[in-house]
């Protein structure tokens, strides 16, 4: 008999930080014409644009006097995992039995029980 599997939602992979630094001109006094020049450009004017930020900033933290706002997030990422193998979730059904299994480690999904949802008054 094969191994029986549920699937672990959301359970957190990876974390990281992003920043998310001024680039529209309005949002920033300090823009130059080789800076404006680039703004509607490639992706990679974009990155090497952004780079440049990242070096600004790190200035900013040597000598945090700036009033320039700068966002900082912590990302999340997240994926769904078979518990047996902890292999992200690839679902694959059995063509005679209709059953759902990992189709990483070959563990059958066990039925997942309905959930009854509440209406407005708790019904």
Same mark, same amino acid.
């Given at each position: 008999m094969s191994a029986r599997c549920t699937i672990l !939602?959301? =359970?957190?992979?990876? &974390?990281? =930080?992003? &920043?998310?630094? #001024?680039?529209? #001109?309005?949002?920033?006094?300090?823009?130059?014409? $080789? $800076?404006?020049?680039m703004l509607p450009g490639t992706p990679e004017d974009l990155a090497k644009l952004?780079?440049? !930020?990242? !070096?600004?900033?790190?200035?900013?933290?040597?000598?945090?006097?700036?009033q320039d706002i700068v966002r900082l997030d912590v990302v999340r990422? !997240?994926?769904?995992?078979?518990? =047996?193998c902890k292999q992200e979730w690839d679902e694959a059904i059995d063509d005679?039995?209709?059953?759902r299994y990992c189709a990483c480690c070959g563990a059958i999904l066990e039925p997942q029980p309905a959930i009854a949802v509440a209406g407005k008054d708790g019904e």
């Open positions: !939602r959301g =359970v957190v992979i990876d &974390a990281h =930080v992003t &920043a998310e630094f #001024p680039i529209r #001109p309005y949002e920033y006094g300090r823009w130059s014409k $080789e $800076e404006q020049r952004l780079e440049q !930020r990242c !070096r600004e900033f790190v200035d900013f933290l040597r000598d945090h006097r700036s990422e !997240r994926k769904d995992l078979c518990s =047996v005679e039995t209709k059953e």
